[in-house]
């Protein structure tokens, strides 16, 4: 007896994401029942017949109402939204994209982010806007203490590329695990503030969680090393804000880039706006491309249809 294939889902705000995703399953499996939608409405008559979910920002009226739900594949590495506040059914299975999907361009974003300023192009820039020829003396960053906070799929790419880099590379974790690459890794909420005074370059690559959350207060920037750059590609939830504004405007810390904050978009009366040694990208550090998240769904699929565990399954208990 052959098992029906299960009805599929594909749910993003963007119409070309949506329909790219379908025409990649439907390549995979010829008339697989697969249909995509981009609002609310377009997913209604769908919503309580589908099993499989492909997607993100799916409203959560929506999800409550998709009784037939069984597994969710996030379209992204981030999950806080589906799991903090349960947005999604704690009976439904949750699997996010492997972080090696996002990691090679993140790793560009922050090595750019470190090389842009130690070669001051944003001088070489103004100066250029203003016709003005003015030598300066440019700084290396090799050799330099770059600490990675958060070693999971992503921050442990970016901890590896940056020893290739020739950068001392520490890490910070929650829990023990080994790190051979590395020089060093902190382990726990006891050595953060230890962890955070060695880091030249402070790299957050945290998941929000309910124990991530706020991590990054006044009390810990303030054990930060004269200087120190903070780049957070993470998400903007584990900084709280108000302490980063005055680490920034005492010159505790030296410069920041952020590509993730509490809020997107970032209020337009943000204090974030009026610091110039703060950088800002609009959350594009680690893109999701379709053909991309598509052939890890797909190898995902044939483990669920098979009944074997799923690729990057979210722990509800931890978060990530
Ligand atoms: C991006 O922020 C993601 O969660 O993939």
């Given at each position: ?7 599929i ?33 377009q ?16 409203p ?17 590495a981030?999950?806080?939204d ?9 009976h ?26 130690t ?9 250029q ?15 330099s ?12 790419a ?18 023990p695990?080994?790190?051979p ?13 230890a962890f ?16 991530t959350?706020d ?36 010159g ?21 706006w009026?610091?110039?040694n703060?950088?800002m990208?609009?959350?594009?550090s680690?893109?999701?491309v379709?053909?991309d998240?598509a ?7 044939d483990?669920?249809?098979n ?9 509800r208990?931890?978060?990530?």
């Amino acid at each position: 007896m052959s098992v029906a294939f299960p009805e599929i889902l594909v749910f993003c705000p963007e119409p070309e994401q949506a329909e790219r995703y379908r025409e990649l399953i439907l390549a995979r499996h010829p008339g697989a029942p697969v249909v995509s939608a981009s609002s609310a409405q377009q997913a209604e008559p769908y919503i309580d017949r589908a099993e499989i979910l492909l997607g993100w920002k799916v409203p959560a009226a929506l999800l409550r109402r998709a009784t037939r739900l069984r597994w969710m594949q996030k379209t992204g590495a981030g999950v806080e939204d589906l799991v903090l506040g349960n947005a999604l059914p704690e009976h439904v299975r949750l699997t996010r994209c492997d972080g090696v999907l996002l990691a090679p361009r993140m790793i560009e974003y922050v090595l750019g982010a470190i090389y842009a300023r130690t070669q001051k192009f944003h001088l070489a820039w103004t100066q250029q806007g203003e016709r003005v020829w003015q030598p300066y003396m440019v700084d290396r960053a090799e050799g330099s203490v770059l600490g990675v906070a958060g070693l999971g799929d992503i921050g442990g790419a970016i901890a590896r590329r940056a020893v290739a880099n020739g950068f001392k590379v520490i890490g910070w974790r929650r829990s023990p695990q080994a790190e051979p690459d590395l020089d060093r890794v902190f382990v726990g909420l006891e050595q953060l503030k230890a962890f955070v005074a060695l880091c030249d370059y402070l790299v957050l690559v945290l998941p929000l969680t309910n124990a991530t959350r706020d991590m990054f207060d006044a009390d810990i920037l303030s054990a930060a090393k004269q200087g120190c750059f903070l780049i957070n590609v993470g998400r903007g939830g584990v900084i709280v804000e108000p302490a980063l504004v005055n680490a920034l405007r005492s010159g505790a810390l030296g410069g920041a880039m952020l590509d993730v904050y509490a809020e997107e978009p970032v209020p337009t009366d943000h204090a974030f706006w009026t610091l110039p040694n703060l950088y800002m990208t609009p959350h594009v550090s680690g893109p999701i491309v379709p053909d991309d998240v598509a052939s890890f769904f797909l190898d995902n699929l044939d483990l669920y249809r098979n009944g074997l565990p799923l690729l990057r399954e979210v722990d509800r208990a931890s978060g990530y």
